[in-house]
């Protein structure tokens, strides 16, 4: 982590286990080489306007190639309020670490485990599929009709700090367990038109309330709510 900004036509590589921050919201990667974030990377993003795939905004704003792998982790840790940016939409792990908040750009899938640490972490009208763990430590899920949909075989809702989901859907053929206490306006369990159970278990001494509709589907069948 440093103050400044990179340039000239340099090929910037994160490698698999680094980690790449920055000092401020203003320092970025600027010139005319290409950049990639490897598997297994991990880019602490500070920058407004996040990551984005094109154009002279963002921590990344070189004019070559932008490669963000699929499988790279990502955390967001600002001191204004900053968008995911457009660069990137499937990440292995994502950190909200900004009191300032964060907004989702488009609909992101999230293959590892979302940890909110500080802030708020605003879906608007995006979705968000989780394939790991969902762990809220001290901040928040905030704003519009965006659902959060977790998607792996099996996992944890949890952390130290309640969470508030507009709806949550636990995917078709996956087993999560609630390890806190939780609300939700809506909740999905499974898909009628897919195959393999589902289910959601709440710990002993967890709550998950539920302010609107509660749908149980079962392969194959009709909802129950």
């Given at each position: 982590?440093?103050?400044?900004?990179?340039?000239?036509?340099?090929?910037?590589?994160?490698?698999?286990?680094?980690?790449?921050?920055?000092?401020?919201?203003?320092?970025?990667?600027?010139?005319?080489?290409?950049?990639?974030?490897?598997?297994?990377?991990?880019?602490?993003?500070?920058?407004?306007?996040?990551?984005?795939?094109?154009?002279?905004?963002?921590?990344?704003?070189?004019?070559?190639?932008?490669?963000?792998?699929?499988?790279?982790?990502?955390?967001?840790?600002?001191?204004?309020?900053?968008?995911?940016?457009?660069?990137?939409?499937?990440?292995?792990?994502?950190?909200?670490?900004?009191?300032?908040?964060?907004?989702?750009?488009?609909?992101?899938?999230?293959?590892?485990?979302?940890?909110?640490?500080?802030?708020a972490l605003s879906a608007t009208s995006f979705n968000l599929t989780v394939g790991g763990n969902w762990v809220n430590n001290g901040g928040s899920l905030t704003g519009g009709t965006g659902k959060v949909i977790m998607s792996?075989?099996?996992?944890?809702?949890?952390?130290?700090?309640?969470?508030?989901?507009?709806?949550?859907?636990?995917?078709?053929?996956?087993?999560?367990?609630?390890?806190?206490?939780?609300?939700?306006?809506?909740?999905?369990?499974?898909?009628?038109?897919?195959?393999?159970?589902?289910?959601?278990?709440?710990?002993?001494?967890?709550?998950?309330?539920?302010?609107?509709?509660?749908?149980?589907?079962?392969?194959?069948?009709?909802?129950?709510?």
């Amino acid at each position: 982590t440093g103050g400044g900004t990179i340039s000239n036509t340099i090929n910037f590589t994160v490698n698999s286990n680094a980690i790449l921050g920055f000092a401020t919201e203003n320092d970025a990667i600027t010139g005319g080489g290409a950049f990639t974030l490897s598997s297994g990377a991990t880019l602490q993003v500070s920058a407004v306007a996040g990551i984005t795939s094109s154009g002279a905004t963002g921590q990344v704003q070189v004019t070559g190639t932008r490669t963000f792998n699929a499988a790279a982790n990502y955390i967001y840790n600002g001191t204004s309020a900053q968008v995911i940016g457009n660069g990137w939409t499937t990440g292995n792990n994502l950190t909200i670490n900004n009191t300032a908040g964060v907004t989702l750009s488009g609909n992101t899938t999230v293959n590892g485990t979302v940890t909110l640490t500080a802030g708020a972490l605003s879906a608007t009208s995006f979705n968000l599929t989780v394939g790991g763990n969902w762990v809220n430590n001290g901040g928040s899920l905030t704003g519009g009709t965006g659902k959060v949909i977790m998607s792996g075989a099996t996992g944890t809702i949890g952390g130290t700090t309640s969470t508030s989901f507009a709806g949550l859907t636990i995917d078709a053929g996956s087993a999560y367990t609630l390890s806190n206490s939780n609300s939700a306006e809506t909740i999905v369990v499974g898909d009628t038109a897919t195959a393999g159970a589902s289910s959601l278990t709440l710990s002993n001494g967890t709550t998950l309330t539920v302010s609107g509709t509660t749908y149980i589907c079962r392969p194959g069948g009709a909802a129950r709510r």
